[in-house]
């Protein structure tokens, strides 16, 4: 280092020694679907453009009323009745593309004065009266119009006749018209992603890195399908996949084979199979968003590398099917949806519905503790951690102190997961045989990184035995 003359004494300030790891933030859920935004108000309205909820106040201004057709407003519902978590939305519903004309409909005024469209979610509309030379009415003066539901209720004050017979030219938001495209996205060219390439902009957006990704709804397509478990490959996350609504116990399974009707052959340790549809409030969902939901409940309330099953779905009301369930029976239907990577739902005597599963799809093929999904969690929270706690590290110049200090600091940090209980045990070292003179000299360390998770207890096994032995205590009682 070049200094100016000095005659005299400084101090100069260097940093070494180890540095505190941070764990990253884990109950991140991503939410790629379709939300009527041209109901919210214009400033709030956003297509294909990340954006952080983290409450239900939040999703009903930003995203709009649950209505048929589209799928975000009742996913952040599934997830936000489990509890506070941060979800990353992007709507690829555009009002501009994806709309759809009535014309000329005609509606009778009851009489209360009111009508409602064949189809809500309304972007405009004119209503006139029917005829070779209509009326056109004014709305505000005439009648309103409930853009959401589609009501139009005539005004006292207007010109339109109690109990008139009208008719409506109109333009609806219309879902129906989304491409598997608009959902799996591109990046143009002026370099804007869109759909679920979008996702790469989250971390620099908001600091978060998703570790659920969801497209209830969608997820089913094999397109879809593969377009979000390659996203979680990129990520280090997790794919919450729903089998297709009205698939029976028997198909499920197959699907898994390479003769089902339906594809599910994906051995990704990255994917996570949700099988069946749950009915909440007497209507079908996608299981994917509930047991989003759900995880992110468990990882908040008692740690990320607590796995989600056997917890309740405490919204749920009943299952697409009813599925079998014994807790000594490995032939019921719940434990062979589980041995074939299905994570499903189940309901004992007294206990609620209940997530059911530990393992990724890449069970039964690959055996690693791995494929356990809160396992696989544990080992990208603790990569990143370690990777993020690196930066200031990096470039500093390569001596026993540095090296020291990178090993003291993640060994500090094992030890904190340790006591939390998110690994049973783990260690940092740095060996002369892993880092020959050579690697040294191109500027390039390595070290031994270990760790274990703890693996859900799945399986619990007793011996029994009729043991005549403890006959004698007859004879001591008598004595």
Known sequence: MTTAF????????????????????TAVIELVGTAPVHLVAPINASVNKPTLIQSDRDAAALFGPDL????????LNAILDFGACSVVVINVFDPAIHQASASGEPITLAADGTATLAHPGVISATVKSPGGEPTIYTAGTDYTLDPTTGRITRLAT????????????????????????????????????????????????????????????????????????????????????DAPIGLTFQQAIESRGPSGAIDMTT?????????????????????????AGLAASVDLNEGFWVSPSNHELTRVEALERPIIWSLSDSLCEANQLNAAGFVTAV??????????????????????????????????????????????YVDKPLNRAILDAVRESVNTYLTTL????????????????????????????????????PTPMEEVTFTSTVDTAWLANLYQAAA
């Open 6 to 25: 000095l005659h005299g004494v400084q101090i100069q300030e260097v940093s070494t020694g180890a540095r505190p790891i941070q764990t990253p933030p």
């Open 418 to 453: 340790i006591r939390q209980g998110a690994l049973v045990g783990g260690a940092c070292t740095w060996t002369p045989a892993d880092n020959p003179e050579s690697e040294l000299a191109l500027g390039h360390a390595s070290f031994q990184l270990s760790f274990m998770p």
């Open 158 to 241: 207007g010109s339109i006749a109690a109990g008139a017979s009208l008719q409506v030219d109109y333009t609806f938001g219309d879902p129906s018209q989304l491409q598997n495209s608009d959902l799996i996205g591109t990046t143009t060219m002026a370099g804007v992603r869109t759909g679920l390439q979008a996702t790469v902009d989250v971390v620099h957006l908001f600091n978060l890195k998703p570790r659920i990704l969801l497209a209830p709804g969608y997820c089913s397509q094999a397109e879809i399908k593969n377009a979000l478990i390659g996203m979680a490959d990129k990520l280090k996350a997790h794919a919450y996949i």
């Open 68 to 75: 048929p057709g589209y799928t975000i407003p009742q996913a």
């Open 267 to 291: 051995g990704s340790e990255r994917a996570v199979l949700c099988y069946p549809y749950v009915q909440v409030a007497g209507t079908l969902e996608p299981y994917s968003q509930n047991l």
């Open 347 to 392: 309901r004992g005597y007294g206990t609620g519905f209940l997530a059911w599963g530990n393992r990724s799809a890449a069970w039964p093929t690959n055996t690693d503790p791995k494929s356990f999904i809160c396992v696989r969690v544990v080992a990208d929270v603790l990569h990143e951690a370690v990777e993020r706690a690196m930066l200031p």
